[in-house]
């Protein structure tokens, strides 16, 4: 049994009220361990902690801050097995998306804003005819809030955190209850790495308690949120009238447009990763599928034969292909659209049972489901089921394409499948996203802005957008 501790003031230690919460085994159905539900109290004195840090952290020289961010880097590059371990096992992924995705990236986003801040450049302006000079500082916030989901955990945790820290702020930061595992294990190796005491302080517990304590402090003066839609609304609520800082990254419903005249094979293949990746599971998986009717029946027949042979099995198999659901109720939670889907007359193609691997019977797994419908405007298509669960459906025209694209509430991203340029450059155009890839998926440059909007949030991270969200802007204007 694990009993992770917050990580607080450089140092360890249980919470303060002694409230503790089950960490689960998606792939046995087991309690493996006991995590802090951290409160009011844990929060104050993180907040203590950090806002003593900040003096000097914020002084700190760039080159400085770079050096730990990259230190840290390196330490979870050489600790690469032991963190996919603890974060397949703590999410049900595949160990080797945990080993070639998540924990690279993670180490990416220490060592991307390490080198980030080096080259992060005030404005400034030579008012002409007015004897002045504008100049701009950014200067570092002070205390922020950095609260992460569950389905990439280092990875998104790390991806707040590190902007936030190049910046020169102290953070307060929370990964999911569902997944803390990693973010507990990035606490042992801080201090190795250098970071001072009180910088980053790691605070366990569920949303309800530890979450909202962190958004309702007065000292926290920014949040970075990535998670549902429903909880966004729920902290901007409470953040707003505070004027804190916010960035929110929420849900989406993403279409995966497919156009007969694009390269069929390659489509093929990423369409299928697109759909199913970490179960699923990431914000940006292609979870409503339209195809060009001249191609329907092909890619109908294609991808469902991709999809039947993919393995469902334990995270821990270097051949699975579909580990388990993140949670007992996340599971049920999509079985359910499965059931609404096909009370909206959804043709259930392949999948859409409960599979059980043998000597994990309890674990929460899932056959990957395709589910061919005819109207956009079906809860399947229209809700965020955030499991392995896609839909398909063809389409005759550009603007039918287009349409019902952006008929979501949501606009995180859009995929796009053609080889015809005025088609691309019409279309990009005109979708209602943040994100929009054409001919590829997940092909990320840490530099781009990355964000959604409509439901999907506000705000973006990424590059300097991030050191922007993570400083405020001051101009001094001087008369000469
Ligand atoms: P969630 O909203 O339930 O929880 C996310 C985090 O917020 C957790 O750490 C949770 O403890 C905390 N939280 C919950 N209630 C809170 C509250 N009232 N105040 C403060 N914190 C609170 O989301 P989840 O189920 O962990 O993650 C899945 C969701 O995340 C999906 O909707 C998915 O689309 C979204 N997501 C979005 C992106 C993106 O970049 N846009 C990326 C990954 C996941």
Known sequence: MTKI??????KFSPPIKDRWLDNYCPANGEVYGQIPNSTQADIDNAVKAAKTAFASWSQTTLDERSRILIKISELIEVNLDRFAEAESKDNGKPISLAKTVDIPRAASNFRFFGNAITQFASE????????????????????????????LPLYLFTWKIAPALA???????????????????????????GLPKGVLNIVHGTGTSTGKA??????????SFTGGTKTGAEIAKIAAPMFKKLSLELGGKNPNIIFADCNYTE??????????????????????????????????????????????????????NIGALVSKEHLEKVLDYINISKSENGNILCGGEKVTVTDYENG???????????????????????????????????DEALQMANSVKYGLSATLWTNDLSRTMRMTNQFEVGIVWVNTWMLRDLRTPFGGIKASGMGREGGFEALR????AKNVCIKY
């Open 167 to 193: 910046a020169g702020n102290c953070v307060i930061a929370k990964p999911s209850e569902v997944t803390p595992m990693t973010a507990y294990l990035l606490g042992e190796i801080l201090n190795e790495a």
């Open 267 to 320: 489509m093929l293949e990423t369409t299928v990763r697109s759909s199913f990746a970490n179960q699923g599971q990431i914000c940006l998986c292609g979870s409503r599928i339209f195809v060009e009717a001249s191609i329907y029946e092909k890619f109908k027949t294609d991808f469902i034969n991709k999809v039947k042979v993919l393995k469902v099995g334990h995270p821990s198999n270097s051949d699975t």
């Open 469 to 472: 969200f993570f400083t405020e």
């Open 364 to 398: 929460y797994y899932l056959e990957p489901t395709v589910i061919e419908i005819t109207t956009n405007n079906c809860r399947i298509n229209q809700e965020e089921v955030f499991g392995p669960v896609v839909t398909i459906m063809p389409f005759k025209s550009d």
């Open 5 to 10: 501790q917050n990580y607080i003031n450089g």
């Open 124 to 151: 400034s302006h030579e008012s002409v005819g007015q004897n002045a000079i504008n100049y701009t500082l950014r200067q570092p916030i002070g205390v922020v809030g950095c609260i992460s989901p569950w389905n």
């Open 214 to 223: 962190m958004v309702e402090h007065p000292d926290i003066k920014a949040i």
